[in-house]
């Protein structure tokens, strides 16, 4: 055992990358980072959020989507004598790109950051961030060891990161993959670092622009903190326990039916007169085939807005009417806890939406 880790992290001014960088640094003393950079002026930001931590790491000019990596000889050969464990964290997670693209990024980018593994002699861990909705279009319990597929996927994002998984499994390397849901906020508190597919779809309903919604009262619904998904890696990344395992990072039993989250959210923004006023009214759930036929109706009509609403919905919104419960026996016995239940900060996620505009101002922003 070296007298220190070296850890190579890719995905670094992420969500999940970022906070994973910063909770094993902040774990071991000795530790000591390289980061795959792309965008040198979003590592600087990044690396300011890190305060003196940041002194223990050091960015590395790269690409995922260029081969090799992009990385010159020289700091190549560094990283392959010096780098002892590997957390691969970047993707491009858009659901809307041509399957081709987001192969390039998430698979043949995860084929090179294997490669650059396996010319890493001391390497004794490559933890891989995936997605629990490799799943696709399955339903039902969807256990940790299931690694296949025959129903198809709704995007693009889900197929490629199926495909990086299947490289992983068969790279020969010692692996971890990691498969948490969709993270709406922070932690229990509710605040919101960045705004995803699930909070546009609330916009839309909050908004009146849908009357429909697919999936029926009972189906769950599965999303996650970053807090929850972040301390989760970091821990189990260096426990030699997770070797060759695959983790759902998801809230599981805690998951709510869809029916209640809906209720939850209409009966929140009935507090403010000036919403109520307006009159709109609850979208109805229904199977998936008649939200499609809705969905084209509207697209059909011409209406510029609505069309344009529904179809940036098209690549995510029909997992809602794909009822899954995620088995998650693994990750709670590795990191010796469970995921706090949706129930404990769905509320508070919603008042933040709220409070903060729908996260206008910082989508503009980026």
Not at 51 to 63: C, E, K, N
Not at 305 to 318: K, T
């Amino acid at each position: 055992m070296p007298t220190h880790e070296t850890v190579f992290v890719t995905g670094a001014t992420g969500l999940v990358g970022a906070g994973v960088l910063k909770r094993m640094l902040g774990g071991d003393p000795r530790l000591r980072a390289y980061v795959l950079v792309r965008d040198e002026l979003r590592w600087r930001a990044a690396s300011r959020r890190l305060g003196s931590l940041a002194d223990r790491v050091v960015p590395v000019q790269g690409d995922l989507t260029v081969r090799g990596l992009g990385i010159e000889y020289w700091t190549r050969h560094r990283l392959a004598r010096e780098v002892t464990m590997i957390v691969h964290a970047a993707a491009d997670t858009s659901f809307s790109r041509p399957l081709a693209q987001a192969r390039l990024s998430n698979a043949e980018g995860t084929r090179e950051m294997l490669s650059l593994a396996r010319h890493c002699g001391g390497l004794r861990r490559f933890a891989h961030v995936s997605t629990a909705f490799v799943a696709g279009r399955q339903v039902g319990m969807i256990r940790e060891r299931d690694n296949g597929n025959a129903e198809g996927w709704v995007n693009s994002y889900e197929r490629s990161k199926y495909d990086a998984e299947a490289l992983v499994r068969d790279s020969g390397v010692d692996w971890v993959i990691f498969r948490p849901s969709t993270i709406v906020c922070t932690g229990v508190e509710g605040s919101i670092p960045q705004i995803n597919a699930v909070h546009r779809a609330l916009r839309v309903y909050h908004r009146g622009l849908a009357a429909m919604m697919p999936g029926a009262r009972s189906d769950l619904l599965d999303v996650v903190t970053a807090d929850y998904v972040n301390d989760s890696i970091a821990c189990v990344t260096v426990n030699p326990s997770a070797a060759r395992k695959t983790l759902h990072l998801c809230a599981g039993r805690g998951a709510l039916p869809l029916g209640e989250l809906v209720d939850g959210a209409y009966d929140l923004w009935a507090r403010d007169p000036i919403w109520r006023n307006r009159g709109i009214e609850k979208a109805v759930l229904t199977d998936l085939e008649t939200y499609t036929l809705f969905a084209n109706s509207v697209i059909e009509t011409g209406d510029a807005r609505l069309g344009a609403v529904l179809s940036s919905l098209s690549h995510f919104i029909p997992q809602l009417a794909l009822s899954k419960q995620f088995d998650t026996t693994v990750a709670d016995k590795l990191n010796g806890c469970t995921a706090p239940p949706v129930r404990s900060y769905w509320s508070a996620m919603l008042t933040q939406l709220l409070n903060g505009n729908w996260g206008v101002a910082a989508e503009e922003a980026a």
